[in-house]
């Protein structure tokens, strides 16, 4: 079960799951199937025997293979009764279907551990979205385990010692797999909302005029002044996005900052309009706010209810409304029900505090002869010759993309170039992240 269950780990994670997400997600599979995809439902093979048909999960699964069990059998094996089969036990005909017809279109047992993953991820991508939304932002195994048992597995025992039970069997897998030294995510979340909470209170100037006086400037280390000073080519920033990227850039730095927040430079707090809605705020997720037709303030989440969120927020007060100019960094809470369905929430990837960073936060020394010449960083939507170049070598290196073809040297970093680059840093036990960094740059050049 073993090798299983790390073939099983290394899909999930190159899917883009979080350690923590893929690991809740295994802990269901490990209760439901014990991680074997050929498992039939103990009751299903105890009332098959009943009725003269004695199985065993291999046999049985044999039988679906060959015929001598129908497609309309498997679906129903006893007078439309339904059981469960297979690694995540898909019981409901619809769902038993969907990995009938995949594994007979591929020609494979209905048991091959690759097709049932695939038929997997494809029932996250399109049925359970919010489920997968969850398992590739999750910052806790049980978080993902919950979501996981609750919204996907869904057994008619959904109670505390059921969810305490598959939590632990998921934070086994996290602990056997997840990478050294990988960063503690509470930890690094915890970060940037003490930075947040140690500007609560600061009120903003209500002009550039008087943040530029020598009277109303708080120095570089005034949030708003430190935006414009570091970029002065992107000016006319809304304060309340300064502030949500002023926290990061003083929790992990400019570097790490620009990957945790991928539309960085904002040009607005609209920028992040085109995230999907999402219905399941998290702590240290950044809140946009959605009023009257159109998206108008932003924030980073602190805090979560049931039904509340609370935020930390620049350039407004604890009243409700937001105060256009001269506001003050304030925290603040909002009944869940009060937000407009199209409030939307972006999660960094925390777990990217890894390849250039220690665990307290702190960049890692990288030595100067790391590479005999100045390449970038290539991750996901990264273009130019230095992808080329990575593709050449990832290519020459046998580390092939997510279609399972070898790449194509085109220059762009897309999801075929990102798995490719997470199979080479598994190869070399770097950080899996994706990213291809000093590290993982100094490791496939000097080769």
């Known amino acids: 079960m073993s090798d299983t269950a790390e073939q099983i780990w290394n899909y999930l994670t190159e899917k883009g799951l979080t350690s923590c997400g893929a690991a809740g997600l295994m802990g269901n599979l490990q209760a439901e199937s014990g991680m074997l995809p050929n498992r039939v439902e103990i009751l299903c093979l105890k009332r098959l025997a009943e009725a003269g048909k004695t199985y065993t ?26 059981y469960g089969y297979g690694l995540a036990q898909w019981t409901s005909p619809s769902r038993k279907e969907g ?9 494979v047992s209905i048991a091959d551990l690759e097709t049932q993953l695939d038929w997997l991820m494809t ?30 597995e869904q057994p008619a025992d959904c109670s505390v010692a059921i969810k305490t039970y598959r939590a632990k069997l998921g934070q086994k897998f996290h602990d056997q797999f997840s990478r050294k030294g990988e960063v503690d995510a509470v930890t690094t979340t915890e970060k940037v909302i003490k930075v947040a909470e140690g500007e609560v209170g600061y009120l903003e100037k209500a002009s550039n005029a008087d943040l ?32 949500v990227a002023w926290c990061f850039v003083q929790a992990f730095g400019m570097e790490m900052a620009k990957k945790l927040l991928r539309h960085w430079p904002y040009t607005y707090c609209p920028t992040l309009a085109n995230l999907t809605a999402n219905t399941v705020p998290k702590v240290g997720s950044v809140v946009l706010l959605y009023r009257n037709g159109t998206y108008v303030h932003t924030g980073l ?14 350039n407004t007060s604890g009243a409700s409304g937001i105060i256009a100019n001269g506001g003050g960094v304030c925290k603040k809470t909002y009944a869940i029900s ?3 369905d199209n409030t939307k929430y972006f999660m960094p990837d925390y777990s990217l505090v890894g390849e250039n960073q220690t665990k307290d936060g702190s960049q890692k020394e990288v030595k100067e002869d790391a590479c005999m010449f100045d390449v970038g960083i290539v991750q996901q939507g990264s273009n130019g010759n230095d992808v080329k170049l990575l593709q050449t070598l990832l290519k020459a290196a046998g580390c092939k993309g997510a279609d ?13 170039t990102v798995t ?3 199979k080479y840093q598994k190869k070399k036990r770097l950080t899996v992240d994706g990213i291809a960094g000093p590290q993982t740059w100094s490791q496939i050049l000097l080769r």
């Open 57 to 82: 999960d291999t046999t049985y699964t044999a039988a679906v293979d060959s015929g001598k069990i129908s497609r309309a059998e498997f679906l129903n094996p006893l007078q439309s009764r339904q």
């Open 99 to 107: 990995l009938y017809n995949l594994a007979k279109a591929r020609g």
């Open 123 to 152: 029932e996250l991508s399109s049925t359970y979205k919010k489920v997968l939304a969850v398992l590739r932002t999750a910052q806790s195994v049980k978080e993902a385990s919950d979501y996981v048992l609750c919204n996907f």
């Open 212 to 243: 530029d006086s020598k009277t109303g400037n708080a120095g570089s280390a005034n949030y708003t002044k430190y935006w414009r000073d570091l970029y002065p080519a992107f000016q006319g920033q809304a304060w309340c996005a300064i502030f």
């Open 301 to 314: 989440v602190v805090a979560v209810t049931n039904t509340t969120i609370t935020t930390i927020e620049g």
């Open 338 to 340: 009060s937000l407009s």
């Open 404 to 416: 399972k073809k070898a790449l194509t040297l085109d220059g762009e970093c897309g999801n075929n």
């Open 420 to 422: 490719a680059i997470r």
